[in-house]
């Protein structure tokens, strides 16, 4: 198993070079290199939110060893996992419509101080400390995965105006490089933990450095912004969830976001005690993964370059979700043999490479159907029921039947990703039909807005609009 991992790793790495390659040239056709303006506003962003994706990932490969490591049972593990999905749902639907209100610079600042304090409770073995830290570390995820985003997509379109169709290649960028931080981040990890001897505990103090450099640069860097400031917080929560209920593109894109993700988390827990054979270098896994996100990265920027749509992408995504589930189905079955554990690692390859074409899609979807005003707030609306069903699922590992045969577990992600493929169908009807009457004028007064037009090669799309 460990040859086949090392091994499969070099494979994926040369394809994720490859296909990288040929996903820049598409990407240059869209934005000049010679935009300067553009560039060194994408690399303010970038050198931010690199930085706190890698204090996250640092702490992914050896969080599940980190509790078994300090004696804690399966089942108590995952009621600290639970209590991280839980906090999302309880305290971190809170933090968008701070983050709209209060500012969303501030809101990154302190998901730098929370995190930190996140890291600095994994070195207690007491379970009561390790809860609290996954409370606040599950806080700190809604941040991150609503504040930047939201924070970035102001800056673009607000006080720059740069056009709507660069947001998707900036996307495409951050989820490719995230996979290069996280196939760091996993050798980093296996280094400090195995090689070095430290332990488990040791990628979360090295998590550290990068969650406090990524603070203080926030605070000398980055220029405030807010969404819609006139509502009070607790109008501000339910004027979100109102824009959701009333616009069916935003409640679809939000209801295949919830349960795409949902299995995408459930999968997090499930992986380590699937592959982990007890020689298994779940750092080297973990960085398999990774080059399967930048295989994903790059694909999507393929066939965004070819002509299909990021909806479109988005229902492709599901569906190799959808396969990857029914395999282990089989394969992850009590007493699996060698074999079935390869198939295994094989179909959760295809499920992360599904995942990196995930990220770029979503992003730009969301970028054009939640309004800017209430963006951070929607955003975390759309984790709730994602939260819901991933503390479920956990929750469900207490009964002896599902724990001893995971395979249930993965047949309930299967349902989960069809379903999404249906409503994703649906999303791709509305979109397309409200899209096509206003894209192209959009994009034009962007352009004019942005004083770059000269600097861009239409794209597939507009020219489409445009005929």
Request: with cysteine; glycine share 8%; proline share 3%.
């Amino acid at each position: 198993m460990e040859l086949i991992i090392y091994g499969t790793f070099l494979v994926l790495s040369l394809v994720a070079y490859a296909a990288r390659q040929v996903a820049n040239k598409g990407d240059e056709k869209k934005v000049s290199i010679s935009n300067i303006n553009f560039k060194s506003f994408q690399k303010s962003f970038f050198l931010v939110y690199f930085l706190a994706l890698l204090g996250d990932w640092l702490q992914g490969p050896y969080v599940y060893k980190l509790y078994a490591f300090y004696g804690f049972k399966e089942s108590e593990i995952a009621v600290l996992y639970v209590a991280g999905f839980a906090s999302s749902v309880v305290f971190g639907t809170c933090t968008g419509p701070l983050a709209d209100l209060w500012g969303r610079r501030k809101m990154a600042i302190a998901f730098s101080v929370i995190y930190t304090f996140c890291c600095l409770t994994k070195m207690s073995p007491n379970f009561w400390w390790l809860f609290i830290g996954r409370v606040f570390g599950g806080v700190a995820t809604s941040m991150l995965f609503s504040t930047f985003e939201s924070w970035y997509v102001y800056e673009h379109s607000e006080r720059h105006g740069f056009p709507s169709e660069w947001i998707g290649i900036t996307f495409s960028i951050t989820t490719f490089w995230n996979g290069m931080i996280a196939i760091f981040a996993g050798i980093i990890s296996n280094v400090t933990a195995e090689t070095l001897g430290f332990g488990p505990v040791a990628p979360f103090v090295v998590a550290l450095l990068p969650l406090v450099v990524c603070g203080v640069l926030v605070v000398n860097t980055w220029e405030e912004n807010y969404g819609d400031r006139k509502s009070n917080f607790s109008g501000s929560c339910w004027e979100g969830l109102k824009i959701i209920f009333s616009d069916e593109q935003v409640l679809l894109l939000g209801s295949v976001q919830s349960l795409l993700e949902s299995c995408m988390y459930i999968f997090v827990f499930l992986w380590t005690p699937v592959l982990d054979t007890g020689t298994t270098p779940l750092g080297m896994v973990f960085s398999c993964f990774m080059v399967c996100i930048m295989v994903g990265s790059a694909l999507f920027s393929i066939m965004a370059n070819r002509g299909y749509t990021e909806a479109n992408i988005l229902k492709h995504c599901l569906i190799m979700i959808s396969v990857s589930m029914a395999i282990c189905c089989y394969t992850a079955r009590p007493g699996a043999t060698n074999i079935d554990t390869v198939i295994s690692f094989l179909a959760f390859l295809v499920l992360e490479v599904a995942i990196g074409m995930y990220f770029p899609a979503i992003s730009y979807l969301r970028s054009q159907v939640i309004p800017e005003s209430h963006r951070a707030n929607v955003m975390n609306w759309f984790r709730v029921p994602m939260n819901v069903i991933t503390c479920g699922a956990l929750l469900c590992l207490h009964v002896e039947t599902i724990s001893n045969d995971k395979r249930i577990v993965f047949g309930a992600c299967l349902v989960l990703s069809l379903l999404g493929t249906f409503l994703c169908n649906r999303f791709i009807l509305a979109f397309r039909d409200e899209n096509a009457s206003k894209k192209g004028g959009i994009d034009i007064e962007n352009d004019v807005k942005s004083g770059l037009l000269d600097d861009v090669i239409k794209h597939p799309k507009l020219e489409e609009v445009g005929e």
